[in-house]
């Protein structure tokens, strides 16, 4: 909340991500699903970035 408070920072952040908005709780849905089912059944140490492209800049 008290970063969100500073004026303009949501929109600066937004603008930096590759998807041009901020995440939500919901975005992480389907990399929970991926990671608890069997489908990750052979996937280890890997890093999985769920984060709209912010980590490209």
Not at 2 to 15: D, I, K, T
Not at 35 to 40: E, K, R
Request: hydrophobic share 50%.
């Amino acid at each position: 909340a008290p970063a969100q408070a500073v004026p303009g920072r949501v929109e600066a952040l937004a603008a930096r991500h590759m998807t041009g908005r901020n995440g939500v709780p919901a975005d992480f849905a389907g990399a929970a699903v991926f990671l608890a089912g069997n489908a990750s059944a052979f996937v280890t140490g890997q890093m999985l970035y769920v984060d709209g492209g912010f980590s490209v800049h």
